[in-house]
């Protein structure tokens, strides 16, 4: 072990020599990890305290050991604190980048190379080189306690022997700038405390974090499904930063509060733990773990540290309202601003990604601005976008750009968003593509979201990879539809009640009536992944997620909203449906879908077969080939009662025909779904192929009993009615004929 030097003792300001105390102690250490092996610590700088402030250096030997003899008698203060001195560029960058530089230590890159003992990352309750203390100490330490800075460092987990804070009571008042004695490193008091004439044996935790699997492709994966689904629902979640004031004034922040963003990305995560909540909903339910992949602490999904200290110029309580702090960093949350949009989002990002996530509709203000869809132009861009989106997606756009002009440095920016808040993010990515300040490479998963633009819009925008997911009963990605335009003035909308209350095949009509009064009709974007439930006997059931490209099945879940009793809709106002909808909502039905379609997936690819069975092909087919016949049918009574539909009649056929068109479509998509089979790519991305997936990621989400059940792989739909035009209505998202209904959406409430 390397000799350790003392530096200068101590004398008197007139440069007399005090007489000194006793110098005849020793003290001796080793620094280990959770296997008991010290060479990963092997050559590093410590420095040493003793009780009269008086600093030895040294280097831990090849056995991670160290030893300071003839020290003052009492206790030492033990600190290893050299900033990173290799070539690793990943800590280097981290190190000089220009918004919150991190104070790397030699320490905490070693800690990030060593791994946990325990797979689930809980502390060891004994050592194997505990044998080794001779009646010394055995103390489980982490890096933040024997570094000066650990604002960025993971809070302190649990553990079996904790360092004895109380001998930092004995040591001596550390001496005043300009008083005899005063050395620079001797501003505050850090470091872990040993008891003098004994060995310490120090076993440092691993710096090791999870960070929920992301892949950074622009191809679908159904990992991406799953885990997005999740991000997008704890977007509901607040941020939960303690305390909350602005400015804050502590010297430090925290995030116990579980669930929360703040408590998942910088403190259960960082700690190692396991999450499975994303919505405090689920206390009492089931528990959707993510997939996570263990990383090196450092690149974990991060949020900014928080240090006055160190970060004077944007964390100093003295800045007031212009005071940085992980909040105002990472959370967008603007209900108390004048002019508010109450829109809500989270951001975060590693080497590799940056995410982003936005909130849909939680609250009055979120459905007002859900009902605010005129028409507006998208700033200096073609086409036009739904005004209350956009108010929203440019208060969303400062708050991500803020945040890249910060930490982007050429990530990819993956983009989520459910509801009210896949159509912001929708908006926001096309604008972020759109920026020639970045090459924004962006993918984007939205789930149950509304259209957010015109037709034109959407064209324009067609470069920017979009991965669309709708459940089958979800009424809201039928809205707006392509006929609620409300850029026209309510005169025009009188006109539009007129036709909605009209026979099944008006609502087609009323599309291109509105069309030519008021230019692009709205429209969707992106690539279409709907769920299709199918049912068998006994109440069995399971869902398909495919791309059908008919009104029949897309627009089901607004039939099934609009279904009509006496007249009236079936629940109250057709909004409060769309808000109250089961099958829009996150926790519900969406994760449990995306869940079970990560499990087929994971089946399928695993026994080589396809994501279809033989029943759940035959079925939805035959209920395809039966809305075919009910289109025939409705066309031979248009052509048979000309003086019923003689104002819209060739508009009604050419709907109808096209639509007939699409289940064609659509049944060569199932066909083609049948037959093909899916890679190991087509389920996680770019994690396929990568030994960590099948060592370690897979095992640690399926040790999870929850993850192991088997899904239901056979399904049948229900019967159609025996009333045919009840039935087309029920599959063409249209009103029933004769029944008369007000649908008017600026009266929405």
């Known amino acids: 072990m390397s000799l350790a030097l003392p530096e200068r ?22 620094l280990v990890d959770e296997f008991g092996d010290g060479q990963p610590y092997a050559g590093l700088a410590y420095q040493i305290i003793d009780h009269e402030d008086i600093i030895y250096t040294g280097k831990l030997d090849a056995t991670g ?86 604002a960025h460092l993971p809070p302190l987990a649990a553990r079996h022997s904790p360092p004895n804070f109380h001998v930092f009571k004995l040591f001596r008042p550390l001496p005043v700038k300009g008083s005899a004695g005063y050395k620079p490193e001797l501003t505050k008091r850090f470091g872990v405390a040993l008891m003098p004439n004994r060995h310490t044996v120090l076993e440092v935790r691993p710096l090791r974090a999870l960070r929920p699997m992301l892949s950074p492709s622009n191809d679908f994966c159904a990992l991406n499904l799953y885990q997005l689904a999740l991000m997008s629902t704890l977007s509901y979640s607040d941020f939960a930063q303690q305390p909350n004031d602005h400015p804050v004034e502590t010297d430090t922040v925290s995030f116990p509060l579980q669930p929360s963003i703040g408590n998942w990305f910088a403190d259960a995560l960082a700690k190692f733990d396991e999450l499975w909540q994303v919505d405090a909903a689920q206390a009492g339910g089931k528990a959707y773990y993510p997939l996570y992949e263990e990383v090196p602490y450092s690149r974990r999904l991060e949020v900014v540290p928080f240090d006055p200290e160190l970060y004077p110029q944007v964390n100093s309580p003295s800045l007031g309202e212009k005071q940085e702090n992980p909040a105002t960093i990472h959370w967008l949350d603007d209900r108390a601003e004048d002019g508010g949009t109450d829109t809500q989002a989270f951001i975060t990002h590693h080497d590799a990604l940056i995410l982003l996530s936005i909130r849909g509709t939680a609250s009055v203000a979120d459905a007002l601005r859900d009902m605010d869809a005129t028409q507006v132009p998208f700033g200096d861009s073609p086409g036009k976008v739904h005004n209350g989106f956009y108010g929203a997606a440019k208060v969303a756009y400062l708050f991500v750009t803020r945040y890249l002009n910060k930490f982007y440095s050429g990530q990819k920016l993956v983009i989520t968003g459910h509801s009210l808040g896949g159509a912001i993010a929708l908006i926001v990515s096309e604008m972020l593509r759109r920026d020639k300040r970045y090459t924004a490479d962006i993918v984007l998963y939205t789930y149950g979201a509304p259209r957010a633009g015109d037709k034109v819009f959407v064209e324009g925008a067609k470069p920017l990879v979009h991965h669309r997911i709708v459940n089958h009963n979800d009424p809201v990605p039928s809205v707006p539809s392509t006929w609620m335009n409300t850029s026209t003035q309510r005169e025009y909308m009188a006109q539009g009640v007129v036709t909605v209350v009209n026979p099944a095949i008006g609502v087609a009509s009323l599309v291109l009536g509105m069309v030519n009064m008021t230019g692009e009709p ?15 006997n006994a109440g069995i059931m399971s869902s398909i997620l495919w ?46 879908n995306c869940w079970a379609s990560l499990r087929r997936w994971q089946a399928a690819q695993e ?74 790519a087509d389920v996680y991305g770019l994690f396929a192929g990568l030994p960590e997936l099948a060592e370690d990621d897979l095992p640690r989400w399926k040790a999870h009993a929850e993850n192991r059940k088997e899904e ?21 998202g249209v009103r029933i004929p004769g029944t008369p209904f007000n649908f008017d959406i600026d009266s929405f409430s």
Do not use: W
């Open 9 to 30: 003792d101590r004398s008197s300001m007139d440069g007399t020599i005090h007489a000194c105390p006793l110098r005849e102690h020793s003290t001796s250490f080793q």
């Open 547 to 592: 791309k059908p490209g008919c009104s029949t099945i897309n627009d089901h879940g607004c039939a099934v909203a609009l279904k009509a009793t006496d007249g009236l809709p079936a629940r109250g106002p057709f909004l409060r449906q769309v808000i109250d909808n089961a099958h829009h909502k996150m926790v519900v039905s969406y994760i449990p």
């Open 522 to 536: 709205y429209a969707h974007h992106g690539t279409l992944r709907h769920f299709m439930p199918v049912y068998f």
């Open 607 to 680: 026994s080589n077969r396809s994501l279809v069975t033989i029943d759940e092909f035959e079925q939805v087919d035959e209920a395809l080939t039966n809305a075919k016949r009910q289109i025939l049918t409705l066309e031979s009574r248009l052509a048979a009662s000309p003086d019923r539909y003689v104002s819209h009649q060739a508009a009604a056929m050419a709907a109808l025909q096209q639509e007939f068109t699409n289940i064609e479509i659509t049944r060569t998509r199932l066909s083609e779904l049948r037959a093909n089979r899916i890679s190991e």
């Open 712 to 732: 239901q792989l056979a399904m049948a739909p229900p019967a159609a009615d025996d009333d045919d035009e009840r039935a087309i209505a029920a599959i063409t």
């Open 65 to 150: 050991s160290g030893k300071v003899e003839n020290h003052y008698c009492g206790p030492v203060e033990l600190r290893l604190n050299q900033t990173y001195q290799g070539r690793e560029d990943d800590y280097n960058e981290l190190i000089v980048r220009k918004n919150y530089p991190l104070p790397i230590t030699e320490l905490q890159v070693r800690a990030e190379k060593t791994r946990f003992s325990n797979k689930s990352g809980l502390r060891t309750q004994s050592n194997p080189a505990q044998d080794k203390t001779n009646a010394g100490a055995f103390y489980q330490v982490e890096v933040r306690e024997l570094v000066e800075h650990g």
